[in-house]
């Protein structure tokens, strides 16, 4: 009787560690009543699971947007009152700066609606409802079809589909694969295109730390900005007009301002935008051995030359801040996920993995017992390619001027057609010509040219010589000479003479173009994409998906459904755990929250990346945080257990209310391997503290007005704001 209590005890112990710990996983919110309504109550949701999702208007996705197709955007106020992360909005708010009107680097506040600014070309788009056409796409589909010919037909079902629910009222519909093609579901949108830029802090607040801190614990960053979604008279989304008014949404967030404490529930609800948690271990190891080090050393060459020049010019710095933000993004990410998988151990951890699955399948599913094997011999023979199309991608593609030149593809295809379509043909030379001046903006030749010669040195070294295209073997003879003919002989070296080229493009012109040093580099690399890289290495990449799906369809047999969630591909996800603080290394412990005196003392250090809003620091000196803070104390990121990944920037972070406590914006370095392996010992996503948010609308940018949109909860000790 003794022995079976205590089993009873030790099995109910269990139960409730697998309930409270952070939870792994991207869920589909339609889902998330079927698959995860238990194990959400029992970690702490208070919010009814019902209102997570709702097709009616009223859920919480529908003060969710996806933001400028990247990011995720929350809505905060009845008037479309927007908030996202400051890195989000950097392109926008960078489009409307210049050296006079700095708003990236000044910061700015509208004073009332009238002074907002329209974006261009940005959008923001809810998902109004999710279906499931699985059975409609997939019918008579059979799971080993030859993978190319299988997508062509889903294509074909798809689109089909897509049209039938798509109106002209901004509402569309799109379809996504699921689970490696083994699962489809339509989700129907509705797209604003009337968005304007109402403030964000100076670039030196909202993107404080730079890249010192980028991936890094602890964080100051107050990485926000806010913009507004407008409407036409019939609350409906419409193109730009100034007579347009600020939509009126259906839900909005209402915010808690009253802080958050280590082992309070938190969901992150957002747009994640790609993983790869279904990886074989052949596929990892290559990623860890070949893949991730060959892409840091490429773009490690653009980034020191970019980084030295942005350094010496102000103007430099402004053209080639946010391409610089993209390359060192994605570079130290990858450095974080070698880090991650050797400690670890993640191969080792797939192969047993694997191991066990085997074994299930040897019980189970015999004819699935080698499907393993076989992915990890494709991957073994796609290493020479993968190599190839590394140094295609990271190398030759990171040359600027070779990369615009590319794009004159269509209009060099044009003009070799036959019989030639002279109107068409300059037609495509009219559209090039226009979108000249964008590239020409951010773009310096001297500092292309000296990457160039870095870049082409590299890739002369390390490729394997039956894969190098002529124009590199030309450059290894005489570096010098190639590389100022390149720049110096090219119609596209200034956007002068390429503007003076294509415009009254004619067939005289298009002769000469096919001999410029720019299209012929380009011409080369397009060719050995075309004919050598993509043909054998999709004929591989087929098999591998032919094969990867027939061992998740067996591998979902093995698990049960609410263990499985399907990999991030830019659709709306919830993931949900604890604000948790971590140690990552021994004798290092990550605290669960900063404080402001962390700006005071990483600013005292004079480092460059720490440099900040002197208005600011004034501001924390004289530590008057109320309501935002108590004791003297001003809040500024957390971290959680939330499962996220790139397109979760701009996420709204919320309590077990579903109200919002503040604004994902990044990952601790030493869990960004969750893209292929979710760790919960080294995994944390980093949010800016909602009540810093606020601090900054507030104090630093004297814009209450906006607050008084909010619906806001404040501590019953603090001053009430609205």
Aim: proline share 4%.
């Amino acid at each position: 009787m003794i022995k079976k209590q205590f089993a009873s005890a030790i099995t109910f112990f269990l139960v409730i560690i697998n309930f409270t710990s952070a939870r792994e996983g991207m869920w589909l919110p339609n889902l998330i009543k079927a698959l995860n309504q238990d194990d959400l109550k029992a970690m702490g949701l208070q919010l009814s699971v019902d209102e997570i999702f709702r097709a009616d208007g009223k859920g919480l996705n529908n003060a969710i947007v996806q933001f400028g197709g990247g990011c995720t955007g929350e809505l905060v106020s009845e008037k479309g009152l927007l908030l996202t992360n400051h890195h989000c909005g950097f392109s926008s708010i960078q489009s409307l700066s210049s050296i006079e009107h700095n708003y990236l680097e000044n910061g700015y506040w509208a004073k009332n609606t009238k002074e907002e600014f329209p974006c261009p070309g940005l959008t923001v788009t809810f998902i109004r409802d999710i279906k499931d056409v699985t059975p409609i796409v997939l019918k008579s589909k059979s799971t080993d079809l030859n993978n190319s010919l299988r997508e062509k037909e889903i294509k074909t079902i798809c689109d089909s589909i897509e049209k039938s629910v798509s109106i002209d009222s901004g509402v569309k519909g799109f379809i996504r694969s699921f689970f490696n093609g083994t699962a489809y579901y339509l989700f129907i949108t509705e797209t604003f295109k009337d968005i304007r830029f109402v403030g964000a802090p100076p670039a030196n607040v909202g993107n404080f730390g730079g890249e010192t801190d980028n991936w890094m614990w602890p964080r100051h960053t107050a990485d926000f900005s806010v913009f507004r979604i407008y409407a036409d008279k019939n609350n409906s989304p419409a193109e730009y007009a100034a007579d347009n008014k600020p939509y009126h949404p259906n839900r909005f967030l209402k915010i808690n301002a009253c802080g958050v404490k280590e082992g309070d529930f938190a969901m992150v609800y957002g747009f994640p935008g790609r993983t790869q948690e279904y990886l074989t271990s052949g596929a990892l190891e290559l990623l860890q051995q070949q893949t991730n080090p060959n892409r840091i050393a490429l773009r490690d060459i653009r980034m020191k030359i970019w980084q030295d020049a942005m350094r010496e010019n102000d103007t430099i710095r402004l053209q080639y801040s946010s391409k610089f933000r993209g390359l060192a993004n994605a570079y130290k990410k990858w450095k974080g996920e070698l880090n991650g998988l050797e400690k670890s151990n993640v191969v080792e951890k797939k192969r047993q993995e694997e191991n066990k699955f085997y074994e299930w399948a040897k019980k189970n599913s015999p004819k699935d017992t080698g499907l393993i094997i076989a992915i990890n011999q494709q991957v073994e023979k796609s290493k020479e390619l993968s190599l190839v199309n590394d140094f295609y991608l990271e190398g030759f593609s990171g040359i600027e001027l070779i990369a615009l030149a590319m794009k004159l593809k269509p209009l060099v295809d044009l003009y070799n057609n036959s019989p030639k379509d002279e109107a068409k043909t300059k037609q495509a030379a009219e559209r090039f010509n226009a979108e000249l001046p964008s590239f020409y903006k951010n773009y310096r030749i001297e500092i292309d040219k000296k990457a160039t010669a870095m870049i082409l040195k590299s890739c002369h070294e390390k490729l394997p010589v039956s894969f190098q295209p002529d124009f590199l073997k030309a450059f290894a003879s005489n570096p010098e000479e190639f590389n100022s003919q390149l720049f110096n002989e090219s119609f596209l070296a200034n956007e002068k003479s390429a503007s003076e080229f294509l415009s009254m493009f004619d067939s005289s012109k298009a002769v000469q173009l096919q001999q410029d040093p720019a299209w012929k580099f380009a011409s080369q690399l397009i060719k050995l994409k075309n004919t050598v890289i993509d043909p054998s290495l999709n004929k591989i990449n087929d098999s591998i998906a032919t094969l990867q799906r027939l061992y998740i369809v067996a591998y979902r047999k093995m698990k049960s459904p609410a263990q499985c969630y399907p990999d991030a591909n830019s659709t709306l996800r919830l993931s949900y755990g604890k604000i948790q603080g971590i140690s990552p290394k021994d004798g290092i412990s990550y605290q669960y929250y900063t404080t402001s005196n962390g700006i005071l003392e990483k600013y005292q250090t004079g480092e460059t990346d720490y440099n900040t809003d002197h208005k600011l620091i004034e501001l924390l000196k004289k530590k008057d945080f109320s309501p935002y803070g108590e004791h003297q104390d001003l809040h500024t990121a957390f971290l959680a257990s939330n499962h996220t990944t790139g397109g979760n920037s701009g996420s709204p972070v919320l309590n077990s209310k579903g109200e919002l406590i503040g604004i994902n914006f990044d990952r601790i370095w030493e869990g960004v391997m969750s893209d292929l392996f979710y760790d919960v010992n080294n995994s944390r996503n980093v949010a800016v503290d909602i009540r810093y948010v606020l601090f900054i609308i507030d104090k630093l940018g004297q814009a209450d007005w906006l607050l008084n949109e909010m619906d806001i909860k404040w501590k019953k000790t603090n001053h009430n704001k609205n």
